[in-house]
């Protein structure tokens, strides 16, 4: 795209990239979509709301549950998913910059869901796309000391969590009667899954206990910054703590994800010293916590080490429905963005072109050939 090109969208048109440009009211009305969705599923009802609706699909990441659940959900509801490999892309290869990827690819599908090792590659994609693009994740490279190297964010897994916190909330509670508990590495940049329930949770009006070493926690600039937006919404609190049996007997969902120092830059030896067993998810804690709590991991996981064994295939395990209602978001996401840009045709103006169509492609017979 040339510098100063305006990008034309749709008076409708929406993006899912960071959950905090999207207002509460907005985030209940689609999780309201996403549990109908799921209730249809399961009366056996499937209607084809984005017919002939196509969703492009950029991958430069690996991909089991993101892939799966959004090719499942468009083919589901009458569309078609695309996966395109950052390799075999132009972009991928250097031939082409990601702004003119962009504009091409919204020029030819409806939408753009994009997985990168890059948020700001997602913003540029969503900066130039004429079509609204969902953030499958941005998941940023390590630096030495363990510490997230840049802003990240995975929007549809915490949207997915959601279904599945109100799915087994306690009984007699709301949603934003909940305390749920983070443990792991809470600092910056860290986990692009707990950037977002830090962020979101609290405007809902949910309890969020972050347990971690003090060194892990979110920053005070990034804690002021989630306090205040909550401030202005659900007024859920914020609480950092290096004790998690301290609020174990309070907490309704207990969530880990520390998946990456298992291969990124932190030794066993170490991860075992600084968060392991006093911030793991393990039997120990559960014995502490409510019998109606909720062990919650987004996957892949590495077992014994964030949680154990014990936990993970226990009766308080939510991590299966968890991953199954991936595909719930997903449609739910793609339904609440996609169906009011769909195109209402009258039936007059679809037989004019069909008859317009037939009239070209029909050969005409003749009678005599000279």
């Not at 590495?185 to 070493?213: E, K, Q």
């Not at 804690?285 to 226990?314: I, S």
């Not at 004019?352 to 050939?369: M, S």
């Amino acid at each position: 795209m040339k510098e100063g090109a305006k990008v034309m969208k749709h008076e409708h048109y929406m993006d899912m990239n960071r959950l905090s440009d999207w207002s509460v009211d907005q985030i209940n009305e689609l999780l309201d979509v996403c549990l109908l969705m799921k209730e249809m599923e399961e009366k056996g009802v499937r209607l084809p709301l984005l017919k002939n609706i196509s969703l492009a699909m950029m991958f430069d990441q690996q991909s089991t549950r993101t892939r799966v659940s959004f090719e499942t959900a468009m083919e589901q509801l009458g569309g078609h998913a695309m996966f395109l490999d950052g390799s075999s892309l132009h972009a991928g290869s250097g031939q082409e910059d990601i702004a003119e990827t962009a504009a091409i690819i919204s020029s030819m599908a409806d939408a753009i869901m994009i997985r990168s090792l890059s948020q700001r590659v997602i913003d540029e994609v969503v900066a130039n796309s004429t079509v609204p693009v969902i953030s499958g994740m941005s998941c940023a490279e390590f630096q030495s000391d363990g510490f997230g190297s840049q802003e990240q964010h995975h929007p549809t897994q915490v949207i997915a969590d959601l279904i599945t916190m109100i799915e087994r909330k306690p009984k007699g509670k709301k949603l934003s009667d909940c305390t749920f508990m983070w443990l792991g590495d809470g600092a910056d940049g860290f986990d692009c899954v707990f950037m977002d329930h830090l962020s979101l949770f609290p405007r809902l009006g949910i309890r969020v206990i972050c347990a971690a070493p003090k060194k892990y926690w979110p920053s005070d600039e990034l804690l002021a910054k989630c306090r205040a937006q909550a401030a202005e919404d659900g007024n859920g609190e914020i609480i950092c703590t290096e004790d998690p049996y301290e609020y174990a007997p309070e907490t309704d969902f207990f969530y880990t994800g520390v998946v990456n120092y298992h291969k990124m830059g932190v030794s066993e030896e170490e991860a075992f010293k600084v968060f392991y067993p006093k911030f793991q998810i393990n039997e120990e804690l559960m014995a502490r916590a409510p019998k109606h709590a909720w062990v919650l991991h987004y996957l892949p996981g590495n077992r014994n080490w964030e949680m154990t064994d014990a936990v993970w295939d226990g009766p308080q395990s939510a991590l299966l429905p968890l991953g199954e209602n991936r595909l719930y978001a997903q449609r739910g996401i793609l339904v609440y963005i996609l169906w009011p840009l769909r195109r209402n045709t009258s039936e007059y103006l679809e037989n004019y072109y069909r008859g317009k169509v037939e009239d070209l492609l029909t050969p005409r017979i003749r009678n005599y050939d000279f």
